[in-house]
């Protein structure tokens, strides 16, 4: 079975400086990997996915990913994050063949002005 | 383009009554699934349905019904809800072609 770990419930950065939240995996086989984003009292957004091929990943509003196999890693980044990007960060991974998603228990990023 | 839309945004239910969340997408994908939202927990799988006709259990099954109606349609229901229940649900399709899915903004549930 597929699983997700966020080890981070929140993740605190000021302004202009480099953020990242981490996300590792278990799957049996290869997988899929997401990002997605909440804001308050909203439904989720999709931020990026790995599906193959090359190992970093850039998606909306400059966020990027990379997929470290050995590591079993997924982490989302960004180079300079701004007061807009705080809300709450979901990884999550599934299997190709239409298997359904498992979610992360999210990460709370609070970007600080 | 409407997405995924979700009904009712917002619903209070004693304990013991039953209800049932509407949701219908319209970007003709095969996929629907219902997920819920707690603190701390993430988003749990109810239930999803891979195509018309057919459903399955996810994660959290226990104490709910789905129904596909159509390909546009994927409904939930609470027989006879509990205090355990109050949660955010969400409703999602699914886009085989690209593996995305698409939320609809939620439903908040409380059960007193």
């Known amino acids: 079975a597929q699983s997700v770990a966020q080890p981070e419930d929140q993740v605190n950065v000021a302004e202009g400086n480099p953020l990242t939240v981490k996300c590792t995996y278990s799957?049996?086989?290869?997988?899929?990997l997401f990002w997605y984003v909440q804001y308050p009292n909203r439904g989720l957004q999709f931020l990026l996915k790995y599906i193959t091929g090359d190992n970093l990943v850039k998606g909306s509003y400059g966020f990027e990913a990379e997929f470290n196999k050995s590591q079993t890693s997924f982490h989302l980044k960004k180079p300079s994050a701004l007061v807009s990007d705080s809300a709450l960060y979901f990884c999550?991974?599934?299997?190709?063949?239409?298997?359904?998603?498992?979610f992360g228990k999210g990460t709370r990023l609070s970007v600080i002005a | 383009n409407a997405g995924v839309t979700q009904t009712p945004k917002f619903q209070v239910l004693k304990t013991g009554q039953s209800m049932t969340l509407q949701c219908a997408q319209d970007?003709?994908?095969?996929?629907m699934y219902w997920y819920r939202q707690d603190p701390g927990m993430g988003l749990r799988l109810i239930y999803y349905?891979?195509?018309?006709?057919?459903?399955d259990k996810g994660e959290v099954p226990n104490g709910y019904n789905v129904s596909r109606l159509n390909k546009r349609e994927f409904s939930l229901r609470l027989e006879s809800a509990a205090p355990s229940q109050t949660s955010v649900y969400f409703c999602?399709?699914?886009?085989?072609?690209?593996?995305?899915?698409?939320f609809g903004e939620g439903s908040r549930l409380t059960v007193l």
């Open positions: 799957v049996s086989g290869n997988p899929y």
């Open positions: 970007m003709n994908h095969n996929s």
């Open positions: 999550a991974v599934s299997l190709p063949g239409n298997t359904p998603l498992v």
């Open positions: 999602a399709s699914y886009a085989g072609n690209t593996g995305e899915l698409f």
């Open positions: 349905s891979a195509s018309e006709g057919t459903t």
